[in-house]
């Protein structure tokens, strides 16, 4: 969309609208209306193991945070790629990503991300030219990593069933109020797993492997 009265520093500006997923929410962050879109959205390597596997949730920043993971780690395997950005041999662990159900596809990536073992087994298939960027490809893992850790940890997945009680119910007496609190905060606490899958957490990540290797290079130079 382009708004000509849209300027900044004199220069126009592009806004790129998609409300595919999009929905009215209350003030309290519960869904007012269900999101336009209903069926699954994506490309399959790079979907999060939730929309993978439940249709009826829904979709979270977070979600889109996963499947950049996903990207990242395909691109780092896969490189380097041919003149139509195609990769000139495409790794068989990443098969596991694209072919089967969408449940056993779910399950694979689930386990890319909570099993040691088998994130070991990916970083052995990176390609020589991303070895480097190891320590960060494992760092924006392990975010998920402690994000699905906490969720097994609360009981497994929080169901979306939740809200749905939450949009029915009318705020009454003490105890049908707590029930409400309680379901918003489940919501709050799938949005983010708990907390430790944000922008920020991601952030704060990766600025600190940023910052281990520059002091490793300090250290190079000055010996």
């Known amino acids: ?4 009265s849209l300027l900044v520093d004199g220069k126009p500006h592009l806004i790129l609208n998609d409300f595919d997923l999009a929905m009215f929410i209350n003030r309290d962050g ?23 596997k439940n249709t009826d949730k829904p979709h979270y920043l977070r979600h ?5 993971v996903y990207m990242a780690w395909w691109i780092a395997i896969n490189y380097p ?13 990443l ?24 994130h070991k087994e990916f970083l052995l298939a990176v390609s020589s030219d991303f070895k480097k960027y190891g320590t960060w490809l494992a760092a924006f893992r392990n975010i998920f990593h402690k994000g699905y850790a906490a969720e097994i940890n609360a009981g497994g997945d929080i169901s979306y069933k939740d809200g749905e009680m939450l949009m029915k119910q009318e705020s009454g007496d003490n105890a049908e109020e707590q029930l409400r609190l309680q379901q918003i905060q489940k919501m709050k606490e799938d949005e983010t797993m708990f907390g430790f899958v944000t922008a ?10 940023r910052n281990k290797l520059e002091l490793l290079v300090e250290d190079f130079v000055m010996e």
Do not use: V, Y
């Open 1 to 4: 969309m382009h708004d000509p």
């Open 30 to 52: 519960s869904p007012a209306s269900d999101k336009s879109s209903t069926h699954r959205t994506g490309t399959l390597p790079f979907m999060a193991c939730d929309i993978l």
């Open 200 to 209: 920020l957490t991601i952030k704060a990540a990766l600025e600190k492997e």
């Open 81 to 93: 790629f041919d003149s139509n950005g195609q990769p000139q041999k495409k790794k068989d662990i």
């Open 64 to 68: 889109d945070l996963e499947s950049t």
């Open 95 to 118: 098969l596991r990503w694209e072919k089967g159900t969408f449940g056993s596809i779910s399950k694979f990536k689930h386990s890319f991300l909570t099993d040691t073992n088998e």
